[in-house]
């Protein structure tokens, strides 16, 4: 009896860990980021775990298609659940797509890794659009020391002029104080390595203004890159410092 009712708590600790993650900015999730979450052996518990969530209302699950026959569960918190939690917020439709699932999918796998790390604060760019003003709103944003760092997932190589924008931005948003650096986590099609090749070869920018704005030593220092599977390593140097 006393075996049934550790289960039955552990369960039921283990459901709001997961609502009250879904709850803060997340909105939906996938079993295999649930397992990691709650750092369980087995996808199939996950899984069962979350189709009874699914079976009280409090999520619901949204089957994605990838093409052919390539589709994929995606769970879904639901406004019960977010009454269960006491949360005042009035849900607002969550989109997804397979073009942005699985970069999102991965983002929140950096953030539960940095779950696990001595870290004061991750925001999600739903919770960011939602609060600030950003030139380019980052995948999240990760303070640290107090020291905020801007997230973002890169899978492909940008092409220069592309990438040429998104630093001015970068750095209109870091002399705004809106973040203090930004690091560039590279995955599937891209190593950090190239990426990081590309940004030292470029010297200049456009302002605002359209004006040619050089790049200091202090500007390129701000930024960042390493490969996924290098994140708890370099957040756990971050913390450090």
Known sequence: MHNVLNKFEINQSRRTKILNFLADGEYWTTAENIKLLLEVSQITYARRLLNSMCNDGIISKKNISFGGKLSKNFYLITQDGLDFLGCDERLKDTKLSFQTAHHNENVQRLKIIALTLPCERWQSEIQLKRECDFSSYP??????????????????????????KKISKILRDIYSKNFDKILYICSDNLKSVELKKLFQTINSVKNSRFEDVILQAKDKEKFSFIDFENFEEHIKNESNL
């Open 139 to 164: 995948d999240s944003l990760l303070t640290i020391n107090n020291i905020k760092i801007s997230i973002e997932l890169q899978r492909n190589i940008y092409n220069r002029a592309s990438f040429e």
